[in-house]
């Protein structure tokens, strides 16, 4: 060789070294080098999947076919969506407790389709408008929109006693009076009775109206929205209403006494 061409040098390698390791490619075989068994099973699996979809349509339509035909308004069972998700609880998270008085409260009786509809009891104002159906105009249940109807939820007079004013209304649950029978009473005998009685009667009020006060306090349905804004006192004030004629008529009878 000639010694004026420079000399390569030579790369030392270190023996306490290993040359790095190879990984190996798993080999994919070609579609064609399939055999006949691989190819069915993969179009047996890819069936399989597609099916499956299929089936789970087929079983959701049904079942919401099922429950519209049972329960004649919902496609899911009537299962309701959790009701912080809904928009008017959202709306009043966002815009804090209303203060309406009676005359206000009374714009929201759904005749006005760009307001939602309202009612009230013992004070406390409630969003009703996902059952405008019911309490929207021309539903069963209308005479409690827009007012607070306290009196008529214990009465059941719902046009007489669209209003708060519950006093008086102990009368529907206190005996008559009966000449006959009070004059079996001595005159103090009569007189705790009546007492008694009209203990009685207060109670029956309180439960009767704490009934519908926990139905809406709890309902799932409705959204609480602010109170009624009125001056204090206000349940003193004005003209007492009068037993309406259902609750009067209504009422029961004194027993006679017992005594041995």
């Known amino acids: ?10 790369r030392h390698v270190d023996p306490t070294k290993s040359a790095p390791t190879e990984i190996p490619v798993r ?3 070609p579609q064609d080098a399939l055999t006949p068994s691989q190819l069915a099973k993969q ?23 099922v429950s519209y035909f049972i329960t004649k308004e919902s496609f899911v069972w009537n299962i309701e969506r959790p009701k912080f998700t809904r928009p008017e609880v959202i709306k009043s998270w966002i815009e804090g407790p209303k203060q309406l008085t009676d005359a206000e409260l009374a714009q929201y009786d759904g005749t006005d ?13 409630y969003d009703v408008s996902v059952g405008a ?46 000449p006959e029978i009070d004059d079996l ?44 804004k009125r001056e204090k006192g206000w349940e ?4 007492k209403s009068p037993l309406c004629a259902q609750a009067e008529g209504g009422r029961p009878k004194r027993e006679p006494p017992h005594r041995v």
């Open 27 to 29: 080999a994919v075989p």
């Open 133 to 178: 159906r019911h309490y929207g105009p021309g539903g069963s249940y209308h005479f409690f929109a827009g007012a607070d109807s306290s009196r008529s939820f214990v009465t059941n007079c719902f046009q007489e006693d669209r209003t708060p004013d519950m006093r008086g209304v102990e009368q529907m649950f206190i005996p008559q009076d009966d």
């Open 43 to 65: 179009e047996d699996n890819a069936f399989s999947w597609v099916d499956m979809l299929r089936f789970l349509t087929f079983i959701i339509l049904l079942s919401s076919l």
């Open 113 to 125: 389709p760009t307001k939602p509809i309202y009612l009230a009891i013992n004070g406390t104002i």
């Open 236 to 239: 003193e004030k004005g003209p």
């Open 1 to 10: 060789m000639d010694s004026s061409e420079p000399k390569l040098r030579q």
């Open 185 to 228: 009473f001595t005159s103090g005998e009569l007189k705790a009775l009546k007492e008694q009685e009209m203990r009685k009667a207060k109670k029956e009020v309180h439960k009767a109206l704490k009934h519908w006060v926990d139905f809406f306090e709890n309902s799932s349905k409705y959204t609480k929205v602010g109170r009624v």
